[in-house]
């Protein structure tokens, strides 16, 4: 079952702050966060794993509450370069060996203006 | 940076011709995966490829498609009689590991179908 992302949609003007977040019916393993650019491929932001491990770009902050099975993507300070669809990717349980199937969320239109 | 590249970057092909679409993963990577994204959809999950053998396959990954990694290098998602509703973005991807390792996507191919 495909997590739920809200917003759908936010315009932001240049220096604005945004939360994206994303949630999900089943207990989940890990959140994937990518950002894509229309016509390009989706861009690894942030990593976080039940139990707290984390990894991503310095400049971008997010959370997960495992409890709830929610992810929330903090953007600080929006630039226009941080337009694009936001996705997560959820994992619901880990095969050893079988790789993170992701179930992407329907993305959330980001749009930064001057 | 090393990055995930992808072969063709638009193929379009009859109603029940076989295509083959070809990836090179980043070269020290170990887990491959196949995912595709109707246009102005979300991305969906394929196939996981580990160790030479299918990991994980979704519902959409049927007898019609089919995987392999014909050398150490390139990863291949083969359709054997292509129908128009798989006209889609295919997007290959690799990761390093299982933790928290991030999924590097390539550059897409454009399937259409007619």
């Known amino acids: 079952q495909q997590p739920v992302q809200s917003p759908q949609a936010v315009i932001l003007r240049e220096g604005e702050d945004a939360v994206i977040n994303c949630s999900s019916s089943?207990?989940?393993?890990?959140v994937h966060w990518y950002r894509q650019k229309h016509g390009e491929a989706p861009v690894f932001l942030m990593i976080l794993l039940k139990g707290g491990e984390q990894k991503g770009h310095e400049k971008i902050s997010a959370s997960f509450n495992e409890k709830k099975q929610q992810s929330s993507l903090y953007l600080t300070a929006s630039q226009l370069s941080y337009s694009g669809t936001y996705f997560c990717g959820t994992e619901g349980s880990r095969i050893t060996g079988g790789g993170n199937k992701l179930t992407f969320g329907t993305g959330t239109q980001l749009k930064v203006e001057l | 940076e090393p990055e995930v590249t992808q072969t063709p970057s638009h193929q379009v092909t009859q109603m029940g011709q076989e295509v083959i679409l070809r990836c090179v993963p980043i070269s020290n990577h170990l887990y491959f995966y196949w995912y595709r994204q109707i246009l102005g959809q979300k991305v969906e999950f394929l196939v996981s490829f580990y160790n030479n053998e299918i990991s994980e396959k979704s519902e959409i990954f049927d007898d019609q498609f089919s995987v392999e990694r014909p050398d150490g290098s390139n990863f291949t998602l083969k359709i054997r009689s292509t129908k128009l509703e798989d006209s889609a973005m295919y997007f290959c991807?690799?990761?390093?590991?299982?933790?928290?390792?991030?999924?590097?996507f390539g550059p897409g191919t454009r399937l259409t179908v007619t």
């Open positions: 089943k207990a989940l393993y890990s």
């Open positions: 991807a690799s990761s390093l590991g299982q933790g928290v390792s991030e999924q590097y």
